[in-house]
């Protein structure tokens, strides 16, 4: 009797996924909860694990091919070998019927009820035909982000056909062979349109300061050791940040807003998302309720989030609903930078490293080690006075720690 191997539950408002590779051959021995193939969505990668122990018998889906939840991957069969390994090639004759089936399906009245269910609500909510969209899917399939950007760009009738728009120009013979081209993942193509969305729709500015981090320095050398060996965790520094960008959202919440049509979410809750540099793009977890947690809470629930995206164990839902981002570019060196917008949200802070710099304090040069601080905000909800004053409540809170410690 054969086990079938489907799509799980992807998570909110996730209804496909693109098959990242294959961990087991069809033949071969496998273990209940084993890991078998990776699904990467447009927020994680994730595993599906073997539903029983057998062995995989046939994989229906190949390495890049888009499927939809509740999708079939493949089969198990019971027992530990003997099974007719089955993979998922086509006919050569079907691979060239493909592009004349996908032509006569797109001029078909009916042909948007082929689409997923992300694409068939986004249709149905902004009147966006999918008819109009050039997928870029498998075999041309148009996709959950395909219907967002056309809705963005404000596509409403479908170009004329026309040859394939040629992206870039040909390399010369002797640089081509040294060429290699990668499809991008999932996540990154997401990365790529949300951050392109991001510059297009906000009216993004940037405004800068610097922080003596002297206070926070002592500080945490003071008391490291006796943090780490009650806590179990080290002390750094993005739970100061947390704890100093909560203060002055509760002061400015319009930095804690976002614009939705016509109307302005002010939201009385903060959760900030802290960026994560992983080897397949930048994830943002989201450290929940975060004016609830103590410097403490905050590093652990940091500590885990870093460990598990590195991992690719990051769930879904630990990536949605933040209300404001921190991204550390001092971890990879950066002296300034000016962070993109982590839409919805309203603003973003950009650290950096940290470096001794020469300035002058009661008429005297003196050196500190100095960090300069970025912060992009949505100019179109956020006016200059308020985001200057939230970036200065930043410093203050940051060069008197004490402040975070008494909430003043």
């Given at each position: 009797?054969a086990?079938?191997?489907r799509?799980?539950?992807?998570?909110?408002?996730?209804?496909?996924?693109?098959?990242?590779?294959?961990?087991?051959k069809?033949?071969?021995?496998?273990?209940?909860?084993?890991?078998?193939?990776?699904?990467?969505?447009?927020?994680v990668?994730?595993?599906?694990?073997?539903?029983?122990?057998?062995?995989?018998?046939?994989?229906?889906?190949?390495?890049?091919?888009?499927?939809?939840?509740g999708?079939?991957?493949?089969?198990?069969?019971?027992?530990?070998g003997?099974?007719?390994?089955?993979?998922?090639?086509?006919?050569?004759e079907k691979?060239?019927?493909?592009?004349?089936?996908?032509?006569?399906?797109?001029a078909?009245?009916?042909?948007?009820?082929?689409?997923?269910p992300?694409?068939?609500?986004?249709?149905?909510?902004?009147?966006?035909?999918?008819?109009?969209v050039?997928?870029?899917?498998?075999?041309?399939?148009?996709?959950?982000?395909?219907?967002l950007?056309?809705?963005?760009?404000?596509?409403?009738?479908?170009?004329?056909?026309?040859a394939?728009?040629?992206?870039?120009?040909?390399?010369?013979?002797?640089d081509a062979?040294?060429e290699e081209?990668?499809?991008?993942?999932?996540?990154?193509?997401?990365?790529?349109?949300?951050?392109?969305?991001?510059?297009?729709?906000?009216?993004?500015?940037?405004?800068?300061?610097?922080?003596?981090m002297?206070?926070?320095?002592?500080?945490?050398?003071q008391?490291k050791?006796?943090?780490?060996?009650?806590?179990?965790?080290?002390?750094?520094?993005?739970?100061?940040?947390?704890?100093?960008?909560?203060?002055?959202?509760k002061?400015?919440?319009?930095?804690?807003?976002?614009?939705?049509?016509?109307?302005?979410?002010?939201?009385?809750?903060?959760?900030?998302?802290?960026?994560?540099?992983?080897?397949?793009?930048?994830?943002?977890?989201?450290v929940?309720?975060?004016?609830?947690?103590?410097?403490?809470?905050?590093?652990?629930?940091?500590?885990?989030?870093?460990?598990?995206?590195?991992?690719?164990?990051?769930?879904?839902?630990?990536?949605?609903?933040?209300?404001?981002?921190?991204?550390?570019?001092?971890?990879?060196?950066?002296?300034?930078?000016t962070?993109?917008?982590?839409?919805?949200?309203?603003?973003?802070?950009?650290?950096?490293?940290?470096?001794?710099?020469?300035?002058?304090r009661?008429?005297?040069?003196?050196?500190?080690?100095m960090?300069?601080?970025?912060l992009?905000y949505?100019?179109r909800?956020?006016?200059?006075?308020?985001?200057?004053?939230?970036l200065?409540?930043?410093?203050?809170n940051?060069?008197?720690?004490?402040?975070?410690?008494?909430?003043?």
């Amino acid at each position: 009797m054969a086990t079938e191997i489907r799509v799980p539950t992807l998570g909110e408002s996730v209804t496909e996924a693109t098959i990242g590779r294959w961990f087991k051959k069809p033949g071969e021995a496998v273990k209940a909860d084993e890991p078998l193939v990776e699904l990467e969505t447009d927020k994680v990668t994730l595993e599906v694990n073997a539903p029983s122990a057998g062995v995989l018998a046939e994989v229906t889906v190949n390495e890049g091919d888009t499927v939809e939840v509740g999708a079939l991957l493949g089969s198990i069969t019971e027992g530990a070998g003997g099974a007719v390994a089955k993979t998922a090639e086509k006919p050569a004759e079907k691979k060239e019927e493909a592009p004349k089936a996908e032509a006569s399906k797109a001029a078909a009245p009916g042909a948007a009820d082929d689409h997923g269910p992300a694409v068939r609500r986004i249709a149905e909510e902004t009147g966006v035909s999918p008819a109009t969209v050039g997928g870029t899917g498998k075999d041309g399939r148009v996709t959950k982000g395909d219907m967002l950007a056309a809705v963005a760009s404000g596509v409403s009738a479908s170009p004329a056909p026309s040859a394939p728009v040629q992206v870039r120009a040909p390399s010369a013979p002797d640089d081509a062979s040294r060429e290699e081209r990668v499809r991008m993942t999932k996540l990154r193509q997401t990365i790529a349109r949300r951050l392109k969305d991001a510059q297009q729709t906000a009216a993004m500015l940037t405004t800068f300061n610097d922080v003596d981090m002297s206070g926070v320095m002592a500080l945490r050398s003071q008391y490291k050791d006796a943090f780490e060996k009650k806590h179990g965790v080290k002390l750094g520094f993005m739970g100061f940040f947390v704890k100093a960008c909560v203060q002055a959202l509760k002061e400015l919440p319009a930095v804690n807003a976002e614009i939705d049509g016509s109307d302005i979410i002010y939201k009385n809750y903060y959760h900030v998302g802290v960026a994560v540099g992983t080897d397949k793009g930048l994830v943002v977890p989201v450290v929940r309720d975060a004016d609830q947690l103590s410097v403490a809470g905050i590093e652990k629930t940091i500590g885990d989030f870093g460990k598990r995206a590195r991992d690719g164990q990051l769930k879904i839902e630990e990536m949605q609903g933040g209300t404001f981002t921190i991204s550390n570019g001092g971890v990879y060196g950066s002296l300034l930078s000016t962070p993109i917008l982590n839409a919805p949200q309203s603003a973003i802070l950009g650290m950096h490293r940290i470096e001794e710099r020469p300035v002058a304090r009661n008429g005297q040069v003196v050196i500190r080690p100095m960090m300069y601080l970025a912060l992009s905000y949505d100019h179109r909800i956020i006016d200059g006075k308020e985001a200057v004053t939230f970036l200065v409540r930043v410093k203050e809170n940051l060069e008197d720690p004490a402040r975070l410690v008494l909430d003043l």
